[in-house]
């Protein structure tokens, strides 16, 4: 049976695929293989990989917590619509590995001055270029890795030891090939394996808050106020919070406790 993923292409549906990703959102066994088999009874040739989602979601929500995480890819691409919220977030991220870093700073080139979305430093030094997408079935190009490259030759002197492409989607062959062929590093959606971003991620559960389905006003509150992870949100206490973001203390504390679920 084949099914048509958001880019419009076809591909083979795949049971075992649904599983295991519905196994990875914390789902127990017993529910991934009755969700799986519901959405096989349930689809027909050309069902939409847009249905599929939905259906999956909509039986995890029985399951406190499992939904959310199932939601991660598209709670990404609800940090937007522009990219700032995914640097500030990917930032926080690289925090907790043990980085220090810098957001949206200038930095003379040979000539012209160049924006670098992060600067990131452990032991040696990057230069992060970040390629946000807000849209399911779009793929990070060659493009941006070109991009990222000549950044990195042109701010040499600055003695940055590799450039750093992240992207919250899949990346085409040809970004990944050139990427290797001249040591930019790249971390997107499932790439490279074990220290793509959602391993990063789920590693230290390192959810953002847009996993939390909230409305537009009480994303941009906490978003605004620099709240982008879960773990912040847990951290600050209701008053803090109602102080920095005016949302309903009824409303934090509801919050508050979704992210618990989801983190334990």
């Given at each position: 049976?084949?099914?048509?993923?958001?880019?419009?292409n076809?591909?083979?549906?795949?049971?075992?695929?649904?599983?295991?990703?519905?196994?990875?959102s914390?789902?127990?066994?017993?529910?991934?293989?009755?969700?799986?088999?519901?959405?096989?009874?349930?689809?027909?040739?050309?069902?939409?990989?847009e249905?599929?989602?939905?259906?999956?979601?909509?039986?995890?929500?029985?399951?406190?917590?499992?939904?959310?995480?199932?939601?991660?890819?598209?709670?990404?691409?609800?940090?937007?619509?522009?990219?700032?919220?995914?640097?500030?977030?990917?930032?926080?991220?690289?925090?907790?590995?043990?980085?220090?870093?810098?957001?949206?700073?200038?930095?003379?080139?040979?000539?012209?001055?160049?924006?670098?979305?992060?600067?990131?430093?452990?032991?040696?030094?990057?230069?992060i270029?970040?390629?946000?997408?807000?849209?399911?079935?779009i793929?990070?190009?060659?493009?941006?890795?070109?991009?990222?490259?000549?950044?990195?030759?042109?701010?040499?002197?600055?003695?940055?030891?590799?450039?750093?492409?992240?992207?919250?989607?899949?990346?085409?062959?040809?970004?990944?090939?050139?990427?290797?062929?001249?040591?930019?590093?790249?971390?997107?959606?499932?790439?490279?394996?074990?220290?793509s971003?959602?391993?990063?991620?789920?590693?230290?559960?390192?959810?953002?808050?847009?996993?939390?389905?909230?409305?537009?006003?009480?994303?941009?509150?906490?978003?605004?106020?620099?709240?982008?992870?879960?773990?912040?949100?847990?951290?600050?206490?209701?008053?803090?919070?109602?102080?920095?973001?005016?949302?309903?203390?009824?409303?934090i504390?509801?919050?508050?406790?979704?992210?618990?679920?989801?983190?334990?």
């Open positions: 049976m084949k099914i048509i993923k958001a880019s419009g076809k591909e083979t549906f795949s049971s075992k695929k649904i599983y295991y990703s519905i196994l990875e914390g789902a127990s066994k017993s529910l991934a293989r009755k969700i799986t088999n519901k959405v096989k009874s349930s689809i027909k040739e050309n069902s939409t990989t249905q599929i989602y939905k259906l999956i979601l909509r039986e995890l929500k029985k399951q406190p917590g499992t939904a959310e995480k199932y939601n991660l890819k598209r709670a990404i691409m609800d940090l937007g619509p522009a990219g700032y919220a995914f640097e500030k977030y990917f930032s926080e991220i690289l925090n907790y590995y043990g980085y220090k870093t810098k957001i949206g700073i200038h930095i003379k080139g040979k000539r012209i001055m160049h924006e670098v979305d992060i600067l990131a430093v452990n032991e040696k030094k990057f230069m270029e970040c390629k946000y997408h807000n849209e399911n079935g793929h990070t190009r060659l493009q941006p890795a070109l991009a990222a490259y000549a950044r990195f030759l042109d701010l040499e002197r600055h003695k940055i030891d590799q450039p750093w492409l992240v992207t919250n989607t899949r990346c085409t062959n040809d970004a990944t090939n050139y990427a290797k062929g001249v040591n930019l590093k790249i971390t997107g959606w499932k790439y490279p394996k074990g220290e971003l959602n391993n990063l991620i789920e590693n230290k559960k390192l959810y953002p808050i847009t996993v939390l389905f909230l409305e537009e006003a009480t994303k941009q509150a906490l978003l605004t106020k620099g709240i982008t992870l879960l773990k912040t949100l847990i951290e600050k206490t209701e008053q803090e919070l109602f102080k920095l973001t005016k949302i309903p203390i009824k409303e504390t509801r919050l508050k406790e979704n992210a618990k679920t989801i983190l334990n």
